[in-house]
């Protein structure tokens, strides 16, 4: 099946001996097969052929979560397409960049925000808008029902673009990473064996699906291995109790852990069919991992990327978990912990830029040759943005982003060392630590705390708990208390939001 289209051959050959085989449980509690699945996708290939989308043309889509979404990823990449998800939480105006920036011959978003966007499309020359519900309605949809269900596969070779994901710009302006064929079956077949999947497994979906971990990590390793989803609109704890004892895999965030250990239900028992709990996209807490090991049995199996690279470490299916480690590089995939500047690589221990390079690493930014000779060196690693530390057993922890590192007088503040010490205060929930202007020191260490619900921890008794605990360069100038630490959907804690809302402050 797909015969020539490098991707698409390899996502269908895992279901293609059986048709019949289940590919998600729906929330209506209807079940999809793949045999359903493909031809739905064949159809919107079909479609999309038909508006006039030709091989390497984008296909960009806003749309709520929906199985049909998932259609729509298949059938670009059909029809010779580069599918390109976009943040529902996006508004007009930042759709405006992107349709400018990324230029579709397709875009698609939901009924409801048609007549806010449809300006914005044609301000930026996109001709063709159609609609696509959550409920799987919509112009799109409407007009894929006339299609053929047969489709013969537009050929598309390893290294031909498959998908543009725009990462969520924390600092800066949006890019678009260039995700090829290879790129996304590369990390599907690695991480189907690295976990272990086969057929037999039903992995609970309740991650957004424009994102590299719901859509590339769940999706495609779920199709490179003809296994099930259960397939939820979103995070919802009383359906993901529900589903618990038919599943066999979680993939979620740490806050869907975080959230789940307050739930009481929770114990070894009622986990007792569940084969596997992923995290990522996030720092896991030491704490959360054992908290969750102590109450299930199972210890989380924490794993690092990002939208440029797929996956690059993962801690081991069997061996030893690391709380607060993301684990080993997945095989193919070369890690390194090295000087940024001088390149120069870095002993066990020592906190460093952490570089990636294997199949699985994009081959730059659409429109930005400048930023990707900036982060993908001519030897083809890539420069992550992230500091990191490999140990003597070759574990790799995250520090943090390089752009969160603090300079102050001179010297070098991680805030994870202190989010550390921070977050071990009674009466401490958790904090974020971040460097504000400083006119002496360049940067003045700063700590934003929650507090705990019934604490009212003040900020002398938090600053006399440091003490001791760390240089007095390290210690926080400025204690802020607030409600709720500001987190993007992935559950990542935005730091650029906190720098602006108490700088002057
Ligand atoms: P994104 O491109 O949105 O997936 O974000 C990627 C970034 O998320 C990485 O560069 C890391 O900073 C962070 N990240 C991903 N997984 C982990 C993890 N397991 N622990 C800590 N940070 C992570």
Redesign the pocket.
């Known amino acids: 099946m797909y015969e020539g289209n490098y991707l698409a051959q390899r996502l269908a050959a895992a279901a293609s001996d059986s048709g019949e085989r289940i590919f998600a449980h729906l929330e209506n509690g209807t079940d999809l097969t793949y045999t359903d699945f493909f031809n739905g996708a064949q159809q919107y290939a079909n479609l999309l052929i038909a508006l006039g989308v030709k091989p390497n043309d984008r296909v960009a889509v806003q749309a709520d979560k929906s199985i049909q979404m998932l259609q729509l990823y298949i059938g670009t990449v059909l029809a010779g397409g580069v599918f390109l998800p976009l943040n529902t939480a996006y508004t007009a105006s930042e759709i405006s960049y992107f349709l400018e920036d990324a230029q579709p011959r397709v875009f698609i978003c939901e009924e409801s925000r048609a007549p806010a966007l449809q300006p914005v499309a044609d301000a930026a020359q996109v001709n063709v808008l159609k609609t696509l519900n959550a409920d799987g309605t919509g112009s799109f949809a409407t007009l894929a029902e006339a299609q053929a269900v047969t489709f013969e596969a537009v050929p598309r070779s390893a290294d031909a673009l498959a998908a543009i994901l725009y ?2 710009g924390t600092t800066g302006r949006s890019k678009g990473a260039m995700l090829s064929h290879r790129n996304l079956w590369s990390n599907a077949s690695t991480l189907r064996d690295t976990w272990h999947f086969t057929a037999q497994d039903k992995l609970i979906h309740a991650l957004p699906i424009f ?3 719901g859509l590339f990590v769940a999706i495609n390793v779920t199709l490179a291995t003809g296994s099930s989803l259960i397939f939820m609109q979103g995070f919802n704890i009383d359906q993901i109790m529900a589903a618990m004892p038919k599943a066999t895999v979680l993939m979620g965030v740490p806050t869907f852990y975080v959230r789940l250990l307050k739930h009481a239900q929770i114990e070894a028992d009622f986990v007792k069919n569940m084969r596997l709990f992923i ?6 807490l030491a704490e959360t991992h054992q908290s969750w090991s102590k109450l299930t049995g199972h210890d989380i199996l ?7 690279t797929n996956m690059n470490t993962s801690n081991p299916y069997a061996g030893d978990r690391r709380p607060g480690t ?1 684990g080993l590089p997945l095989p193919g995939v070369e890690v390194r912990v090295c000087d940024a500047q001088t390149e120069q690589l870095l002993a066990s221990n020592c906190i460093g830029s952490i570089e990636v390079r294997g199949p699985n690493v994009f081959s730059g930014y659409w429109n930005m040759p400048e930023k990707t000779r900036e982060e993908l060196r001519d030897n083809g690693f890539f420069i ?3 500091l990191g530390i490999i140990d003597d057993q070759g574990y790799l922890s ?1 520090i ?2 390089s752009k969160d590192l603090i300079i102050t007088g001179g010297y070098n503040v991680y805030p994870k060392e202190i989010e550390i010490l921070l977050d071990d205060i009674d009466g401490v929930l958790e904090s974020a630590v971040i460097g504000l202007q400083h006119a002496d020191f360049g940067e003045s260490v700063t700590a934003i705390i929650v507090r705990n619900p019934d604490s009212l921890i003040s900020e002398d008794a938090i600053k006399n708990a440091l003490q001791g605990n760390l240089a007095k360069y390290k210690q926080p100038k400025k204690i802020f208390f607030i409600d709720e630490l500001p987190r993007n959907a ?1 559950g ?1 804690v935005q730091k650029k939001n906190l720098r602006e809302s108490f700088d002057n402050q």
């Not at 995290?279 to 896991?284: E, F, I, M, T, Y």
């Open positions: 990462t969520s994102h590299t971990h995290s990522g996209s996030a720092p896991l924490e794993r690092y990327g990002m939208t440029e993301v992550t943005g992230d995250i943090g982003r992935m990542k």
